[in-house]
């Protein structure tokens, strides 16, 4: 786990959670990417271990809809693709953007994505998928290697997770939404489950 305050580090600590060092206060700010914060915590973990990682594994804690099969699936499909930098979690979303996304310019109704209105039927457009956050992996020797962004670096597989587990809990409705989707039984975690059995 990678954090700025101590007071997370130390309940985090309290549930089991591995805090090996607190991030630094450049990487912590509201508007801080992602990547930097992801190479400075293989960084750390390697300096301090004293030994090089193969992978480095994401699990946003907002998006908490993966299993722990979704995980050792997308490993298993990056380990069988030499070629790949890594692979990323996604999922169909409930429209096609290809099919139902229009801008306006200059007033008129025109297609986000150019060529869409060669299909005359919504069933007849490739398949389109979302990144939802549930998992990220990437090789380490790409996140040593890649400064920026992973994005537009590399070639990456994708893992599709089905939509109804693409939960992303960013503020109240988020979180509203996943409890009506658990409580509804739309969503099963295991883990849920054994704890309310306690």
């Not at 607190?22 to 801080?32: K, V």
């Not at 939509?163 to 939404?177: K, P, V």
Request: proline share 8%.
């Amino acid at each position: 786990m990678s954090t700025d305050a101590p007071e997370i580090a130390e309940v985090a600590r309290q549930f089991g959670a591995d805090v090996p060092f607190i991030r630094p206060e450049e990487l912590s700010q509201d508007d801080t990417p992602m990547w930097p914060v992801l190479r400075h915590a293989l960084d750390k973990v390697e300096v301090q271990g004293n030994r090089l990682y193969t992978y480095l594994l994401l699990l946003d804690p907002t998006s908490p809809g993966r299993l722990p099969e979704d995980i050792a699936g997308a490993l298993a499909k990056l380990e069988a693709r030499s070629d790949a930098d890594g692979i990323i979690g996604v999922s169909k979303p409930e429209f096609n953007p290809v099919w139902n996304c229009v801008v306006e310019r200059d007033g008129w109704m025109e297609d986000l994505i150019p060529g869409a209105g060669g299909y005359a039927r919504r069933q007849d457009v490739p398949p389109v998928y979302r990144i939802n956050a549930t998992l990220y992996i990437w090789r380490a020797e790409f996140v040593r290697r890649v400064s920026d962004k992973w994005r537009g670096h590399g070639r990456h597989l994708i893992y599709e997770v089905p939509e109804t587990r693409a939960i992303h809990i960013d503020d109240m409705n988020g979180f509203l939404r996943a409890e009506t989707q658990i409580q509804s039984g739309l969503v099963h975690f295991p883990w849920l489950k054994k704890n309310s059995e306690v």
